[in-house]
């Protein structure tokens, strides 16, 4: 059974940085693209960042490109979102995903609802 679990969200400041975690589980991954979504309050759940598991695929939304950066650790079977200069339009939950892909980009043409494997999903809120 497919597990991905988020964490590293919270509250923080405006400018300030945040890490999150996604824990995965359940499988081989290496032909998987695992992506960052985030949903504001409202809004539809957007890509921001994705990477293939095996190689060296990336994809960065253009409102993050420049302060995020998505990364995976194979030993730990985890993928990292660092944040820095967070900003109010950043408010959301990240949720973590996964989806056989060929590239990172392809994430970005995935219909949400095809996405087979989502996390819970972890709060992220920057103040002004």
């Known amino acids: 059974q497919v597990q991905l679990v988020e964490s590293g969200g919270g509250l923080v400041q405006a400018g300030a940085s945040l890490r999150l975690s996604c824990a995965a589980s359940?499988?081989?991954?290496?032909?998987?693209?695992m992506g960052w979504f985030r949903q504001a309050p409202g809004k539809e759940r957007e890509l921001v960042a994705a990477?293939?598991?095996?190689?060296?695929?990336?994809y960065y939304a253009d409102s993050v490109k420049g302060r995020f950066t998505i990364s995976r650790d194979n030993a730990k079977n985890t993928v990292y979102l660092q944040m820095n200069s967070l900003n109010p339009d950043d408010t959301a939950v990240y949720y973590c995903?996964?989806?056989?892909?060929?590239?990172?980009?392809?994430?970005?043409?995935?219909?949400?609802?095809?996405?087979?494997?989502w996390g819970k999903g972890t709060l992220v809120t920057v103040s002004s």
């Open positions: 359940g499988r081989t991954f290496s032909s998987y693209v």
């Open positions: 995903a996964a989806s056989v892909g060929a590239t990172a980009q392809a994430m970005a043409v995935m219909k949400v609802s095809g996405i087979p494997y």
């Open positions: 990477l293939r598991w095996n190689g060296f695929s990336t």
